[in-house]
């Protein structure tokens, strides 16, 4: 709350102590649902993919390596120049791009007179101008979105009848099915180097310290928890007169060194693509630490992580390429698995999707979901509220009959008169589960009693919501009593026996909390004996 500096100053010359302690009532006490933790500090997450592609630019950008974005459209013959023998396979797990045709679309009489009908008595030239048009979108001068509005312009009619003439009159639009061409997308980061590398010739002498992260297409049987039908791959290529194998091995450590890697093993790879030249391909294994004893399965701690080899001169002949290459890639999601301890490819990608990924919420999310339903509005239904909470706190154990007054006050020229009794005999003025504190605690929502028994779930500040049973009922009967004196009621009750349920203690939980609770098996057990009245008296 704003203050007056001048009045401040004032105060703490004349009596400091005083001034510091009447400093409090600057400082806005929050209303029930703005208390931490409803209240938080929300933050942006990055994805686990790109936040490990990030760190990879970042651990090429540091080794010396140059940025470059390739080809991903890529034409089958290039696989051919590039694959040689193994071409056909590589083709066989390539997308192939495809486009629909444009129809030749012909005006009959028949189809005239229904133009006619839907748009009104047309002209010769109008005939003449749809058949213009259709056939320059036939011949590809015109493009697929612009074809509506180019024929709505020129016959002087909107946008939605001519939607309406092609889908009624030209049915050959919607028969349209997809014909594929020679272009596909890139399946591995090599068929756009060999594209770059030999363009990069044209204007630059090598060495060249290159890098790309970017993604790739393979047409998978079906998609698992190891492999998906896009990826990315974070890949490099050095082109130098000099290169060797050891290029490739210095490479590999040095950019998984940054991610915690600490040992190596270079195994020659069984597969001996073609590409490369012979013996000179291999696969990397790096160990580590945080995958030893990890239920997955490199808990022995090495893990298949990276290929390098060196190009074979055939295809790089193709390219006119004169240098020897060395390529190294490998799976950023892969490596993304392993920084983020992720056990499923598909559920780490693409965590939104019910069918890929369980869905967690941590105790503390789940108590941003609980509120109290009633809340008082007023600055007198704020007071009536504090003071019944005080007065229960004072007098809970007070033996009945009792009676406590809590509040006198005016309200829209009413006198009222609010009090926290127990009429019965042999018992208290509140229950004993009237102090109990809604805490969410292995994912149940609980309302508990903060004893020894549960001090493992009270010692989560984060998951306490900070609602006591007294308070909820408090901040019930505080509306209920500007409700009353609204309608010009005289007397009114607001009590709480044995609850059962959130709703019978002002408790309100969200409809997501709900799903997520019932859904994971947890409990909502919110229920305990309160026994507490608060009576009203309006004049």
């Not at 213009?132 to 590809?140: E, M, R, W």
């Not at 997809?178 to 890139?186: E, F, I, M, V």
């Not at 391909?281 to 997955?296: C, G, R």
Request: aromatic residues 10%; contains cysteine.
């Amino acid at each position: 709350m704003k203050f007056d500096p001048d009045k401040i100053r004032e105060d703490a010359s004349e009596d400091f102590d005083r001034a510091w302690n009447d400093s409090a009532k600057y400082i806005k006490k929050p209303l029930f649902n703005e208390r931490y933790p409803i209240t938080s500090i929300n933050y942006g997450k990055p994805h686990p993919v790109y936040d490990t592609i990030a760190k990879l630019r970042e651990a090429y950008l540091r080794m010396g390596f140059e940025e470059m974005m390739n080809p991903i459209i890529v034409d089958e013959q290039e696989v051919h120049k590039q694959f040689g023998h193994e071409a056909l396979a590589v083709l066989d797990r390539c997308f192939y791009l495809a486009g629909l045709p444009r129809p030749n679309a012909g005006i009959s009489d028949e189809r005239i007179s229904k133009i006619k009908e839907m748009l009104g008595d047309l002209s010769t030239e109008d005939i003449d101008i749809i058949r213009k048009v259709l056939h320059a979108y036939k011949k590809g001068e015109i493009e697929g979105d612009d074809l509506v509005p180019e024929m709505a312009a020129k016959l002087d009619v909107s946008d939605s009848l001519i939607v309406e003439v092609i889908d009624q009159v030209f049915p050959e639009f919607k028969e349209l099915t997809p014909k594929a061409g020679k272009r596909t997308l890139r399946s591995h980061m090599t068929s756009g180097w060999f594209i770059s590398l030999s363009e990069i010739l044209k204007r630059r002498e090598p060495p060249f310290n290159l890098f790309s992260i970017d993604r790739c297409f393979r047409r998978e049987q079906q998609e698992d928890a190891a492999r998906l039908m896009t990826y990315y791959s974070a890949s490099c290529v050095i082109m130098d007169e000099d290169v060797t194998v050891d290029h490739g091995k210095a490479v590999a450590q040095a950019l998984l060194s940054q991610f915690g890697f600490e040992k190596f093993q270079f195994r020659p790879d069984e597969k001996r693509s073609k590409y490369y030249s012979p013996d000179t391909q291999i696969e990397v294994f790096a160990y580590h630490p945080k995958l030893v004893d990890s239920n997955t399965k490199y808990s022995d701690g090495w893990v298949e992580i990276a290929t390098f080899g060196i190009y074979s001169p055939i295809p790089l002949s193709k390219y006119d390429i004169p240098y020897p290459v060395m390529n190294l890639g490998l799976g950023v999601e892969r490596l993304a698995m392993i920084i983020h301890e992720a056990t499923d490819l598909r559920g780490m990608s693409y965590p939104q999707m019910e069918l890929y990924s369980e869905w967690e919420m941590s105790d503390s999310e789940l108590a941003r979901h609980v509120e109290i339903d009633m809340i008082p509005k007023t600055p007198q239904g704020r007071e009536i509220f504090e003071a019944i909470v005080k007065q229960c706190e004072a007098h809970a154990s007070e033996p009945s009959p009792c009676q406590f007054p809590a509040w006198e006050g005016e309200i829209e020229g009413h006198n009222v008169k609010v009090s926290v009794i127990e009429p019965e005999e042999d018992t208290k003025l509140c229950g004993p589960a009237a102090f109990n504190e809604i805490v969410i605690y292995n994912n149940d929502i609980l309302g508990l009693p903060n004893n020894k028994k549960w001090k493992k779930a009270f010692s989560n500040h984060s998951a306490r919501t900070g609602v006591r049973f007294i308070e909820a009922l408090a901040a019930k009967a505080a509306t209920e009593v500007e409700d009353a004196v609204a309608k010009g009621d005289t007397e009114i009750e607001t009590r709480a026996r044995i609850i059962k349920t959130p709703a019978e203690i002002n408790i309100k939980l969200s409809p997501l909390a709900q799903r997520y609770v019932t859904g994971k098996n947890k409990k909502i057990d919110i229920r305990g004996p309160v026994f507490t009245t608060i009576k009203t008296e309006i004049s």
